[in-house]
């Protein structure tokens, strides 16, 4: 069975540009997060979905991030403008009966 | 609000020494607990869980108890290896299935 999948990998952005991550879930979980990690820190919750539907954001900084859901599958969350506060990994993760699965991360380096 | 605290790292042991990573919680309820760990460059990956107090979860050697009256989930191996060096975070789960982490701990066995 295929994991989460995130794209890119890493990102390199200069402060006040724009950027987007792309998640895929496992197939068939209908829940999907994503979470930030800065270095050092565990991961913390950004938004939550059901289907494509929003459960929980609210610890997403709605002035600057934004996270879609469209079709109930696929995710994206976009940053937009970025500051250097932002530099740190994105998960994204999905669920099956209370468990939570990550993907590998998309790592962001603002400069 | 709820909160999970681990032992600080790094934790640096050799070869077959016995590991043993502290973590205490404060929740309301009993809310599920979990160990996960994350190799370098890598995501976050499930290690074990346990759902109710006295629950013991496994998995790969390592193990541990969720202790209701010490609000303790301690993490615990009995011989380490070079290949278990890593982070590992230990987890709550809130009502809504939202994880709340603490900031993990960087294991280093030396061989």
């Known amino acids: ?111 | 609000g709820n909160s999970v605290t681990q032992m600080e790292g790094p934790v640096t042991l050799s070869e077959e020494a016995f590991l043993t990573i502290n973590c205490t919680y404060t929740a309301t309820g009993y809310p599920s607990l979990f160990w996960y760990v994350q190799y370098p460059g890598e995501g976050l990956q499930l290690l074990l869980k346990a759902t109710k107090a006295d629950d013991k979860g496994s998995n790969k050697g390592f193990e541990a108890t969720y202790r209701k009256e010490t609000t303790s989930f301690h993490l615990e191996k009995g011989s380490v290896q070079v290949s278990d060096s890593a982070v590992y975070f230990c987890a709550l789960q809130e009502y809504g299935n939202k994880l709340v982490f603490g900031a993990g701990t960087i294991l280093r066995v030396k061989s």
């Open chain 1, 1 to 111: 069975e295929a994991g989460v999948a995130q794209s890119p990998r890493y990102k390199i952005i200069e402060k006040r540009q724009s950027v987007a991550f792309w998640c895929n879930p496992i197939s068939g979980h209908a829940t999907l997060y994503w979470y930030q990690q800065i270095l050092g820190q565990g991961p913390k919750l950004l938004i939550q979905f059901q289907n494509n539907g929003v459960v929980d954001d609210s610890q997403l900084p709605k002035d600057r991030f934004s996270a879609e859901r469209l079709k109930g599958v696929d995710s994206t969350l976009k940053i937009q403008p970025a500051k250097l506060e932002d530099s740190a990994v994105y998960l994204c993760a999905s669920s099956f009966r209370g468990t939570q699965y990550f993907g590998p991360g998309t790592r962001l380096l603002v400069l």
